[in-house]
């Protein structure tokens, strides 16, 4: 056999195995085309997608002008607090104040805040841009990274807790132990529920690491009881953990739970405002990106530790974050199988 004749049947042989990895193959062309359908979903408007603006206090010709502004969609708060917790929480691009000319408050790490600032002076027909005072969010709690590091923290409670149990289950299935396991006394609720309890002892290091991180280094304020943040990401820990073990529950290869668990985070990477708001998505979604748990939780942390809202105030997050749980473990119990 010549070189070529040798390294084509080699090249070809190599196609055929990579075509027969389903898992690869849906990383390499279904996931590329997943995730830019999301987003052009997201952020679908043809153009720069209109700008948030909030305003609180303002009358008269500049309400109007903003009002009946292309490329701005307006959002009135009754008081001055409601308008900065949106500002902070990514719901509104900037917030126009009233004052002999109207105040701009904006974060500048906030990539869309800028055109909105611009799309503001141009609705207000302030050609001169020092006619228009800017005041630049510094206070904590405010900035983008204040918003970011709550989503940070639940997308990394999400990650270890589905990796750490539904890779430890498949890994066990995959070397035959959970076969030897079968021929014990031992329940299997015990079982299952033991591989989420295990998740928990790793969380008290990762939870306060990050908030010991994000507190000090970054000065991101967490302004809620300890005792309630702690209950909240215990919660968090023990619902992803409970999708692991669903996710893992019949898959018999490392490589096939490693496409599963993808494939359920994936949804939440993209819609459960992590880096930016959900609210960027059209209002026919919305109700079914709060209804995932990432998006319950990162609203809660954000709740807790920005707006010092105790757990009261997140109620239905927190239902939401129970209905998870109890959902996944009772279908993990039925759908479960040892080899």
């Not at 056999?1 to 390499?28: C, I, K």
């Not at 279904?30 to 997201?42: C, H, N, S, T, Y």
């Not at 490693?258 to 919305?286: A, C, H, I, K, T």
Request: glycine share 8%.
């Amino acid at each position: 056999m010549g070189r070529w004749s040798e390294l084509r049947e080699l090249t070809r042989q190599r196609v055929l195995t990579f075509m027969r990895q389903q898992e690869a193959v849906f990383w390499v062309f279904v996931f590329p085309m997943i995730l830019a359908a999301v987003l052009g979903f997201a952020f679908k408007e043809g153009g720069a997608p209109a700008s948030r603006v909030g305003i609180f206090g303002v009358s008269g010709e500049a309400g109007e002008r903003l009002t009946a502004s292309e490329g701005i969609e307006l959002e009135e708060f009754e008081t001055r607090e409601a308008a900065e917790v949106a500002l902070s929480g990514g719901h509104v691009d900037v917030l126009v104040l009233p004052g002999e000319a109207p105040l701009v408050r904006l974060d500048t790490a906030r990539q869309e805040a800028e055109l909105a600032r611009l799309r503001v002076l141009v609705a207000l027909q302030q050609v001169d841009e020092s006619a228009l005072p800017v005041e630049l969010v510094t206070e904590r709690g405010s900035r983008y990274v204040d918003f970011l590091l709550p989503g940070l923290l639940g997308m990394n409670l999400m990650g270890t807790g589905l990796w750490a149990i539904g890779f430890a289950i498949a890994d066990m299935r995959q070397r035959k132990v959970l076969k030897r396991l079968l021929v014990s006394p031992m329940r299997r609720s015990s079982f299952l529920a033991s591989l989420m309890l295990s998740r928990l002892v790793f969380l008290l290091l990762e939870v306060v690491f990050l908030t010991l991180f994000a507190t000090f280094v970054l000065e991101v304020p967490l302004r809620s009881s300890l005792v309630e943040y702690g209950l909240l990401c215990l919660l968090g820990a023990v619902c992803f953990a409970g999708l692991g073990v669903l996710a893992a529950s019949r898959v018999k290869t490392i490589e096939g739970v490693s496409g599963v668990l993808n494939f359920v985070m994936m949804p939440m990477w993209l819609g459960s405002g992590v880096f930016f708001s959900y609210e960027r998505f059209p209002d026919v979604v919305q109700p079914f990106l709060r209804a995932l748990p990432l998006t319950a939780l990162n609203d809660s942390l954000r709740a807790l530790m920005l707006d010092g809202a105790g757990l009261g105030s997140v109620l239905p997050e927190l239902g939401i974050l129970v209905a998870w749980t109890v959902a996944s473990f009772l279908l993990a119990l039925k759908l479960f199988r040892w080899k």
